[in-house]
């Protein structure tokens, strides 16, 4: 196979600049990623790496190194993996070899995905999660040795755990535990181990039970709102976005899961897309419903059917719902309302739309089908708001002589 020169791999830029422009790339975008892979092809010819030789993780390393040589922050890299993945596509170079191991492991992930999805019935993003858990648990097990899960005992599930949580202090996540039972119930399932490991995964203490739902107030909320709305480059968006989850109560994945057919124009409603495959219809309230048009017509622009888009090219659909999070943080600091706690996620408009109605007299029951609750445990949390509720069933303060 012969080394990579710029003359051999100079018509393929060119065939992958016409991939970005159909992506909507901008021109200066692109002229900018051409020097960028001027410089990887400069830096492949020089280490004399042929075709065969060429993977897409070692032409990242490759960009990393010459990064931090001239002290530039990554801007690359991502790039040069997709330039590889073009070659790959292409028939250029080769596509790489996968060993008996990473063999293994990809037919146990898409047999324990396909267990999540027809079995219990998770979601795409939850199914990515459990599988995160289970790789690093193998990996932290085996590491370069062959993965032989029937050796797999209860001591290593707690040495696992004892170094999730010993990174750091306090440890919040408790859905490490949760996913490592999934994945052990699977294997016993399946016949892969001969007890059922879940038993022995030790609970993480998790005490959020005690604590009030952290909320905002209606003007701190409208003040949000009114911030995030004047934001000349993609105020529509961002304001449409967070004003389903502040009048309708949409967790944040179920904001960027919105496609442009769920909306009903004329009935005036909203397929919700939630949890668990549920789907529920809501009722658009009018400033929903005039902030989601202003937002299609003036700003959004994409081939894909999802309504929330991001605004650079190629204009597709968000990965997780973290772009809501970072909206409400940029809002809090330019407005200067004070968080309800050190971390707050979007999630705090759910709850400040569920205190707001139990302030103004709503049942738990409307809270709970306003929320979309499966659960009155999950609404039960909300009662603790309920100040006039629990006075009357409070008992009187016991005075001298009483028992």
Not at 102 to 109: D, F, H, P, S
């Amino acid at each position: 196979m012969p080394k990579i020169t710029h003359a051999s791999l100079d018509h393929h830029i060119g065939t992958f600049m016409v991939r970005l422009a159909a992506e909507n790339y901008k021109p200066r975008t692109m002229k900018t990623y051409r020097v960028l892979l001027n410089r990887l092809v400069s830096l492949i010819e020089a280490a004399g790496i042929s075709l065969a030789d060429i993977a897409v993780e070692r032409a990242a390393d490759l960009v990393r190194s010459d990064e931090r040589k001239r002290r530039e922050p990554n801007k690359c890299q991502n790039i040069a993996r997709r330039f590889v993945t073009h070659l790959i596509e292409s028939g250029v170079v080769p596509a790489p070899i996968a060993t008996p191991g990473q063999i293994a492991r990809e037919t146990l992930r898409f047999d324990y995905e396909d267990y999540l999805l027809r079995q219990r019935g998770l979601s795409p993003r939850t199914i990515y999660h459990c599988w995160r858990f289970a790789d690093r648990f193998l990996d932290h097990r085996f590491s370069d040795r062959e993965t032989d899960l029937a050796a797999i005992s209860p001591t290593d599930v707690v040495s696992f755990l004892q170094h999730l949580v010993g990174r750091k202090a306090p440890y919040r996540d408790k859905s490490a535990a949760t996913h490592l039972r999934t994945f052990f119930q699977y294997l016993f399932q399946r016949g892969v181990t001969g007890t059922n490991l879940a038993l022995s995964v030790p609970t993480v203490a998790h005490r959020w039970d005690t604590r009030l739902p952290r909320f905002l107030s209606p003007e701190q909320i409208e003040a949000l709102l009114a911030c995030v709305r004047d934001n000349p480059k993609h105020g529509l968006r961002d304001h449409a976005m967070l004003l389903l989850m502040a009048r309708l109560g949409l967790r944040a994945p179920e904001v960027i899961a919105v496609r442009l057919e769920d909306i009903d124009w004329r009935a005036g409603e909203l397929l919700v897309r939630g949890k668990g495959h549920r789907h529920d219809r809501l009722p658009i309230p009018s400033d929903v419903g005039e902030a989601v048009a202003r937002y299609i017509r003036q700003e959004r622009v994409s081939a894909s059917r999802t309504l929330f888009v991001s605004l650079r090219a190629p204009n597709g659909p968000f990965k997780n719902g973290q772009v809501i999070n970072d909206i409400l943080k940029d809002a809090f600091a330019a407005t200067g309302v004070t968080p309800p706690g050190p971390y707050v996620g979007s999630h705090v408009l759910r709850h400040s739309l569920a205190t707001n109605m139990v302030r103004n007299g709503a049942s738990l029951d409307e809270i709970g089908d306003m929320l979309r609750h499966r659960s009155r445990a999950s609404t039960m949390i909300y009662a603790k708001l309920d100040i006039d509720g629990l006075r009357s069933i409070a008992k009187p303060w016991p005075t001298a002589g009483e028992a």
